[in-house]
């Protein structure tokens, strides 16, 4: 029973290393949007009477190059390799998470630099022999 809490604490340890390294490659593409959209906040003032910046505000529905939250509009700018405001929204709610995240895996990771611990080896425990032979019977 103990090599199965091993085999599974091994394969925790592994999904864990293996979650930072997406996160570490996701992380570098999200900072070049964030950096390049600047702050979304500055592009789109909230409604002064609710507080709203949702796609039915009339100051906030339209950019000058199409809508400010139409997802094809934002590819067709992204294409273009312009900044679009749901754009920079989105990059910086996922610059967000991808923080919420490494705090989360930084509670669980081992803290040897990210090297999980070696398995110890179960010992040999083995009530018949190795080899057993078996035999084969040809049909032609």
Do not use: Y
Not at 29 to 52: E, K, M, W
Not at 112 to 129: A, F, I, W
């Amino acid at each position: 029973m103990a090599a199965v809490r091993d085999d599974h604490e091994a394969l925790i340890s592994e999904l864990l290393l293996l979650a930072d390294a997406v996160l570490d490659r996701v992380e570098g593409t999200v900072q070049q949007f964030v950096a390049a959209t600047g702050d979304a906040s500055a592009h789109t003032a909230p409604d002064t009477a609710t507080g709203s910046t949702a796609p039915g505000d009339a100051e906030a529905a339209t950019t000058p190059n199409g809508c400010a939250w139409c997802p094809l509009c934002a590819a067709a700018a992204l294409v273009r390799g312009e900044n679009h405001e749901l754009v920079s929204r989105l990059a910086s709610k996922l610059a967000a998470l991808i923080a919420l995240l490494r705090k989360f895996l930084a509670q669980f990771l081992p803290s040897t630099g990210g090297v999980p611990p070696e398995p110890t080896p179960d010992p040999p425990t083995r009530d018949r022999p190795a080899f057993e032979p078996i035999s084969v019977n040809l049909r032609t």
